[in-house]
C-alpha cells in the first residue's frame, strides 16, 4: 500500500484511531494484523517470501544462542538472505525487499556478536520485520531499537501527535508539490541525452537531485511521522545532505540507516581504518561499490557507487596530506560548491538508463553549454509559456522554504504569534498537498516513490 493513496488516508486514521482505544495488550495484535495486511495487500507472494525470511532469521537467531551450532545457523541465514535478495531483487523485484532483508541481517548478526538476545516470541519479531511504517523504503531500523519500543506499552502523549503529523506534513509536501512537480522535467532531459544543450543537462541534473533527495526524505518523513503518532520513534535518515560542506558530511546526512548498516556491517568488519590507510582505501571502495550494487545490478549504479567511494578517498587523501586551516565563508562556499557538483555528476549515473547516456549527459554539459540558448533549454523541457517557468520557480521556491522551516517546529513556536504563522504556514502546506495530489490523480499520474525500486 502506497503512502500516497487514497486508500492510506482512510486507512491510516483508522489505525490510529484503533491503537490509542485498544487495551496496551493488544496492541502488538492490532500493529501485526495492519502491518501483514498492509504488505500482503501489494502483493500476496510478496508477503510469503517475507513470512519466509522472518521464520528463517528467527530459528537461525534461536540456534545462534547454542556456541556448536552459532557458525552454521549465521551461515544459514547470510546464504539465504542474500540469495532471496540477489535472486528476487534483480529478477522480479518485491517491494521493500531490500530493507527487510538488511534489518532482519542486522539482526541475527547482533545476536551472533552478542550485542543483542534473541527473540523468543515470533510475533514480536513478525512485527519487527513487517512494521507498516518503514517496511517499505525504510528506515533499515536495529532490533535494539525497534523492537523495545514495539513491546511497550505506550503512553498517549500530545506532543507525539503533533510532532508526527507536523513530520507526515513535511513529508507528502516533500513528496508531492516537490518531487512529483519536478520529476516530469528531469524525465525530459534523461530520457533524451541527444537533444539537449549543455544548460538544459545542467538543470536537469539539478532537478533531479532535488526530486530524489525529497522523495525519499519525503518517505522517511511519512514514515517516522506514522509511527511517531503511535508513540513509536524510528531513527533519523536525513539531516539536509545537500547542505554538506564536504564528501564525508554529506554520507553523515544521506541514508544515514543504510550507511550506519555498511559501516557496522562491511566496513569496520574488513578492518576499517585500523589496518593503514591503503587498505581503509580499498574497504572504502567495496563498501561504496556494494552500495551501487545494492540500488541495482546495471553498472551505472556500480559506477555511482564507486565514484562515491573516489570522492571520499580523495578527500580523505586531502585531510591526510594537507594541514586543516582556518575556514572562512570563501573557503566554505567553495567547499560546499565543490561538494555539491561531484554529488551532481555522480547522480549523472545514478538516474540515467546506461552508461552511453550518461556520458553523453557529460558530453552536452561540456562541449555544448549553450547550443541554442534559452530556446532550445525551453524547447527541451517542454515549456510553452511563462505558466511553467512560473510554477517552476515556485516548487524550486517551496523547496528552499521547506529545507529552512525548523526541524523541530513544535519547539519553535512558543509565543501566540509563533503558533498563528505556524498554523498558517501548515494550512498553506496542506492545501498545496490536496490541490497537487488531487491534479495528478485527475490526470492519472502515478506517485510511487523513487525508492520502491530499491
Not at 429 to 435: G, K, N, P, Q, V
Amino acid at each position: 500500500m502506497n503512502f500516497i493513496s487514497l486508500e492510506f488516508v482512510f486507512f491510516y486514521p483508522f489505525v490510529l484511531l484503533l491503537y490509542w482505544i485498544f487495551p496496551g495488550k493488544l496492541r502488538g495484535l492490532l500493529l501485526l494484523t495492519v502491518s501483514c495486511f498492509f504488505y500482503f495487500s501489494e502483493s500476496s507472494w510478496a508477503g510469503i517470501l517475507l513470512l519466509l525470511t522472518a521464520l528463517v532469521t528467527y530459528f537461525a537467531a534461536q540456534n545462534i544462542q547454542n556456541e556448536r551450532r552459532k557458525k552454521k545457523w549465521l551461515a544459514i541465514s547470510l546464504l539465504f538472505c542474500l540469495g532471496i535478495l540477489i535472486g528476487f531483487k534483480y529478477a522480479v523485484p518485491p517491494v521493500g525487499i531490500s530493507f527487510y532483508t538488511f534489518q532482519t541481517l542486522s539482526y541475527v548478526i547482533d545476536v551472533y556478536r552478542k550485542q543483542e538476545n534473541a527473540e523468543r516470541n515470533f510475533g514480536w519479531y513478525l512485527l519487527f520485520v513487517s512494521f507498516f511504517p518503514q517496511l517499505v523504503a525504510g528506515p533499515v531500523e536495529r532490533s535494539g531499537n525497534l523492537l523495545p519500543q514495539l513491546k511497550k506499552i505506550q503512553i498517549f502523549r500530545k506532543e507525539d501527535i503533533e510532532e508526527g503529523f507536523w513530520l507526515m506534513v513535511r513529508g507528502f509536501f516533500k513528496k508531492i508539490v516537490v518531487a512529483d512537480q519536478l520529476a516530469p522535467y528531469a524525465d525530459r532531459i534523461f530520457d533524451a541525452p541527444t537533444e539537449i544543450n549543455g544548460i538544459a543537462a545542467v538543470l536537469g541534473t539539478i532537478f533531479f537531485a532535488i526530486q530524489i533527495y525529497c522523495d525519499f526524505s519525503g518517505y522517511t518523513d511519512i514514515a517516522r511521522g506514522s509511527a511517531r503518532m503511535l508513540g513509536i520513534h524510528l531513527m533519523e535518515n536525513f539531516q539536509h545532505p545537500y547542505r554538506a560542506g564536504n564528501i564525508q558530511e554529506f554520507w553523515h546526512r544521506w541514508h544515514i540507516s543504510l550507511t550506519k548498516w555498511f559501516t557496522d556491517y562491511v566496513y569496520i568488519p574488513l578492518g576499517g581504518s585500523q589496518k593503514g590507510f591503503f587498505r581503509q582505501c580499498i574497504n572504502i571502495g567495496v563498501v561504496f561499490g556494494l552500495s551501487g550494487f545494492w540500488h541495482g545490478a546495471d553498472w551505472n549504479y556500480v559506477i555511482w557507487g564507486l565514484l562515491h567511494g573516489s570522492f571520499l578517498t580523495g578527500y580523505l587523501l586531502y585531510r591526510k596530506y594537507i594541514p586543516i586551516r582556518k575556514t572562512g565563508l570563501f573557503r566554505k562556499a567553495v567547499s560546499w560548491g565543490l561538494t555539491m557538483l561531484l554529488v551532481c555528476i555522480a547522480w549523472i549515473f545514478f538516474r540515467s538508463s546506461d552508461i552511453g547516456s550518461a556520458l553523453e549527459m557529460i558530453n552536452r554539459i561540456i562541449s555544448e553549454p549553450f547550443t541554442g540558448g534559452i530556446a532550445a533549454v525551453c524547447d527541451s523541457f517542454q515549456i510553452m509559456g511563462g505558466k511553467e517557468i512560473l510554477k517552476i520557480f515556485l516548487v524550486l521556491f517551496s523547496f528552499g522554504l521547506i529545507e529552512h522551516i525548523p526541524d523541530n517546529i513544535r519547539e519553535k513556536i512558543k509565543k501566540p504569534l509563533h503558533l498563528a504563522i505556524g498554523a498558517i504556514v501548515i494550512i498553506c502546506m496542506m492545501t498545496a498537498i490536496e490541490f497537487l495530489w488531487l491534479s495528478d490523480m485527475a490526470e492519472g499520474i502515478g506517485n510511487t516513490f523513487i525508492y520502491f525500486r530499491f
